[in-house]
C-alpha cells in the first residue's frame, strides 16, 4: 500500500508550449517533440498531470505546467517489464523522449529549462534525486541534474557525470563525477541550458549555462556507448534506502515548456507567454 505522506515541495520548469499539449497520462507532446512515461505500470493518476494556474499551480510561462508528484513507495515498472523499480531501490516518475527522438553521434542540439525550489522543500542527500538526464539506450547515463550535500549541509545542485571514466580519453578533457553549479536555489527561479554535440569521438563538448552564466564547458567525448542517446525530465529518486528521510517525504516538481532545438534561437531570450 502507498503511504499518502505529504510531499516535500519542488518546482522545475523547462521551455515548451503547453498551450498545445496533450493531457495524456502516459504520453505528452511539447512543440512536436514527443514523450511518455519511462515506467508507467504501478503508477497512479496522482505522478503526473498536467495542471493550471487558475486553480494555484506554479507556472512559469502561459498558464499550465506538468506536476510530478512522487511519494515513498511510487516505483514503476517499463513497458516490457524488464525493469521494476520497486526491486531496485529506486522511485520515480520521469517523461523520456519518444524512440524517433534520438541523438546520434556528431549531432549537434541546444535544451532549455528552469528550475524553481520553494521553502519547505526536503533534500533527501545520500538518495540521489534528479530531476533531468541524458542518457543512452541501454547504457547507464551520461548526465544527471542532481540535488547534493556535498559542499553544504544546506544543500546544492550539481552537474552529475555517473560514467564519466567511460567519457575520459585524454589529460587534456579529463572529467570528474561531480561539477558545483549552484547553492542559491531556494525559492528562485533558476534558468538552465545546455548545448551538447554528442560525439564518441574527442571532437564533442558539453556546456552548461544557468541563469545566463556559463557554468560547465567540457570538450572532449560525450558518448560511450554504440546506441543514441535520450532526454528525460522528471523526479527520480534513485539509492532511497539510503536516506530513511526518503521513507516519509516525497518530492513533487513542475515543469513548464521544454524547448529542444539544433540552433541557438530562443534558448537565452525571454519565453513567450
Known sequence: MKNPIPAAIVVITMTIDLAMASSNFNRISHDGWNFRINTPWGLDNHNHQVVSSDNGHPVRYGKRSERFDVRPGDCGVTENGK????????ERTEMASNRDIIYHNDDEYWYRWSLFIPKGHKNLWKTKVSYAEFKPLGCGPIFQLLETKIRSDKGEVMAYFPNADRLNSSADNWLRSYYFLTTDYINKWM???VHAKWSRSDDGWFQIW???????????????????????????RSFVSRNWDASKFGTIAYYDGIKISRTRDGMFEPLDE
Do not use: A
Request: proline letters at 0%; charged letters at 30%; a positive charge.
Open 83 to 90: 525493469w521494476s523499480d520497486c526491486e531496485n531501490d529506486r
Open 191 to 193: 534558468d538552465f541550458v
Open 210 to 236: 544557468v541563469n545566463g552564466k556559463l557554468k560547465f564547458n567540457y570538450k572532449g567525448k560525450t558518448m560511450f556507448c554504440q546506441k543514441g542517446v535520450y532526454f528525460k525530465y522528471g523526479v527520480y
